[in-house]
């Protein structure tokens, strides 16, 4: 007997005409894991932090808006600011300086 395939997100069962390693059923499905992957990487990477006291060495903080942040779980590793607001306020801050 055949094994019925389901979305590993919402559950619903995958079309009949699904790869036979698919996982989700569309890239809405897909996405939203992806962001809840990324939710709970950032909660582990902030709890260990705070539990250790290692903020300072494991995140940084903006240099623009003062916001604590860990690089490389929602951002990328070598950003310098944690939104891009952020980092268009020190762009436009750098353009009146000159």
Avoid: N
Avoid at 17 to 45: E, Q, S
Avoid at 79 to 87: G, I, L, S
Wanted: hydrophobic share 40%; glycine share 8%.
């Amino acid at each position: 007997m055949a094994k019925s395939h389901r979305c590993r997100q919402c559950w619903r069962p995958l079309r009949a005409t699904a790869r036979a390693d698919a996982r989700y059923c569309g890239a809405a499905c897909r996405a939203k894991a992806r962001r809840g992957r990324l939710y709970w990487k950032k909660a582990v990477a902030v709890g260990i932090a705070a539990a250790r006291g290692l903020q300072d060495e494991i995140g940084r903080h903006c240099p623009v808006c003062g916001a604590w942040f860990v690089p490389g779980v929602d951002v990328r590793r070598d950003t310098v600011y944690d939104r891009p607001r952020c980092r268009t306020a020190a762009w436009r801050a750098r353009q009146r300086a000159a």
